[in-house]
């Protein structure tokens, strides 16, 4: 056999999402990478051999879609791909292909792909010298030496070569106070699945199962027991199996005994259960995963360990480096061999209809959270972290923890953190304590999101400026029938958002204040019965768009309104309230009703970017109502909270306030922000963010998508010499962060963004620019870098 030495700064074992995320940032971060990976293909669990698309916090928050790197693969490949993504079973190799490319793309990164980790070599007692590794199929062995290693395996392979304590199986309630977890510690972890899709064919295609396949008889094995056939085409997540079996140890069993059921799954829909036998009929299975995907195995113990109450109580972390929102999803150990699958799909998807679930779903829901640096950072080897499902978090807090979306995060910031400390010289415990204010600036200028930090860079020269703008959006509401793009918010079919317009619960709608007086606001109301109604109100300051609390503190106002029989009536709500002068341009203010049967609130056709409305799922806890949508409501007069400003509030989403400047739409592009400074600046680069692809899950979005919201055709231009001159223009774009490295350093008073198009939508708009001289460039562009003209 051949053996090769190759020597590294970063080693990144593990070709996931997290591991991938993590080697793009180290070397865009300037480090000399090598990413291993054991399948041919990247991506891991999301890849094409498994099929899990990504899941993270934006399936229960709207505009909490992760950014940074993932996000940029996430557009791209919508942008590319002609195919629809709904759940699992449905990725194709252009996901594969998007990720390869960025590989590829990526200078100083090296790839061993089909490269099984065979061992660990250690320099002393607390840090690794070298991996050991097999390229299969080549009879290389190869001797890959680093000096930081991040596991990104799942299983921990290299932290367990290399020594490290870690946790398998879940702990007991007592031991953290954990309300997910079981009673007693055991060694229960949740399955691995494997998935599958069927074509339709045109005709009938018939289909006979081997002798070694489970045969189902019992419907109620499927409909009242959490394993709904939702889709004849496929994608369900329940085909899982973990206990009786050994994640690691028994994971061919595991493929093996998935394999029977998912075609035993098949045989029922197609041949006996008389809900989808008929639907099923022209369907023909198609493709059958054999790389089960694994949700859990060895959690390697930190410098901190994650429990559940930091992730229901939103802990605040001095070293936050990513955030989560799924919600605690423990899936019921067995998975296809228990009673159940987990308590909320045992309800069919509708657990707050359920009384003995609805303390279970409110207990559930959590983030947005913050995460920690320091799970990922290993106890027992000094040059040695972890990203992705296998960091420093207890079994219940997994539950939520180890989805990809989250992961990507954890990967990303792994990247980051690991070239400062090669940077700075600094060890592990010195990234905490003296750094980790460079790895959040790093993270957010690289378009991530923390919801404890926001751009505090000093060099960054367009925090010195004044900022105007050609126009700004004046809201004076939204309308049922107002048209409006909002491309890419159907309904996510696995999980149906709660989106009844019927005042059943509390139901709490976003109003994003400029300042001064509101005087009235309006809501678009049906009353169903034949007298008139009343209707209790409220309007609430909330600390930021996922504050959920039911009373969030003393109303600004109280009142109520008398709603008379009819249909979409305008009712108005006469306020005359001066504002607090704590309320700036952009705070966001929520206007609540109290519960009535007898009327409807009616969505609005048009989602305003951050003005999303909840519902009451308990007395104390609220959540998203619909998709994001905003409820039909007028105000008056009309609030300016999308002001130029608003492009230095330090924060690129929606959250304490808009952070989004919005020109009026009645106006035609192109529309344009601009920079003044009171003295000439030296700029070389200049980094703009625009808005999309934020309210949902990426599931949402159809082929070939592109986000209305997103400018497609937009140009910079500087005034020198007495003159606007163009410093660079791009044409077709849909990516949500671009950053241009000018051919030469400018010296200018004045900067303008000029939107000539978007990607559908009336209104420019424009979330961050910052700015840097030569000296303080970052080197890390996000994004290539288009051709300037």
Known sequence: MKQLTETYDVVVCGGGLAGFCAAIAAARNGAKTCLMHNRPVLGGNS???????????????????????????????????????????????????VLYDMAQQTPLLTLHLNTDIRDVKMRD?????????????????????????????GDGIVADAAGCQWRMGSEGRDEFNEPHAPAQANSDTMGSSIHFLARNVGGPAPFVPPDWAVKHEDASYFYKQGRLPKDVRGGFWWIEIGVPYHTIYDAEKIRHELTRHALGVWDWMKNKDPKTMEVAKN??????????????????????????PDVLNKTVFQDEIAFGGWFVDLHTPGGLLAKTSEPSAAAGGHEDEYDTFSDYSAMSYCGPYGVPLRVMLTKDVDNLMTAGRNVSVSHAALGTVRVMGTTALMGEAAGVAAAVSLARGHDFDQLVTEDIGEIQQRLLANGCFLPNAKNRDSHDLARLAKVTASS????????????????????????????????????????AASSGKIESIELCLTNESETV?????????????????????????????????????????????????EITPGTFLR????????????????????????YAISPNRMRRFGNGHTLAYRITPAQRPFD??????????????????????????????????????????????????????????GPYYRDPQCPRDYSLEAWVDSAWVRVAEVRDNYQRLRRHLLPEEITTDRLRAIVSATNGDPSSAIYEIRCHASESISGNPAIKNPTAK
């Open 283 to 308: 369907y023909a299975l198609d493709w059958i995963g054999q790389v089960p995907g694994k949700r859990e195995s060895r959690r390697v113990i930190g410098r901190y360990f994650m429990t559940e």
């Open 472 to 511: 700004e959006l004046a809201v004076h509401g939204v309308a049922p029938e107002t048209p409006g793009h909002h491309d890419g918010l159907k309904v996510w079919k696995d999980q149906p958002q709660y989106s009844i317009e019927r005042l059943e619960t509390r139901r709490g709608q976003l109003i």
């Open 47 to 97: 890849s094409s051999e498994i099929g899990v698309t990504p899941h993270g916090a934006a399936a229960f928050h709207a505009y909490a879609r992760e950014t940074g790197i993932i996000s940029e693969a996430l557009i791209e490949e919508r942008a590319r791909n002609h195919a629809e993504i709904y759940e699992n079973g449905w990725t194709n190799s252009v996901w594969d292909m």
């Open 591 to 614: 206007v609540d009703t109290l519960p009535n049967k007898h009327l409807h609130w009616h969505a609005a056709a048009k989602i305003i970017p951050g003005h999303m409305a909840m």
């Open 533 to 581: 109604e009343s209707l209790e109100l409220r309007l609430h300051t909330v600390n930021h768009i996922w504050d959920y609390c039911t009373e969030p503190g003393a109303p600004l106002a109280s009142g109520s309104i008398t709603v008379p029989p009819g249909s979409k009536q305008w009712v108005r709500w006469e306020l005359n309230l001066e504002l607090p002068r």
């Open 644 to 701: 130029p400003a608003q492009i230095l509030s330090g924060v690129t989403r929606p959250h304490r306030t808009t952070n989004l400047w919005i020109s009026e739409p009645a106006q035609p592009l192109p529309q344009w922000v601009e920079l003044q400074w009171p003295t000439p600046q030296k700029i070389r680069e200049i980094q703009l963010v625009f808005p999309g692809h934020l309210v949902r899950e990426y599931h949402a979005y």
């Open 125 to 153: 007692a607390r840090n690794i010298e070298s991996i050991i590794a097999i390229v299969q199929n080549a009879e290389i062995e190869l001797h890959i030496a680093g000096r930081i290693f991040i596991d990104c395996t």
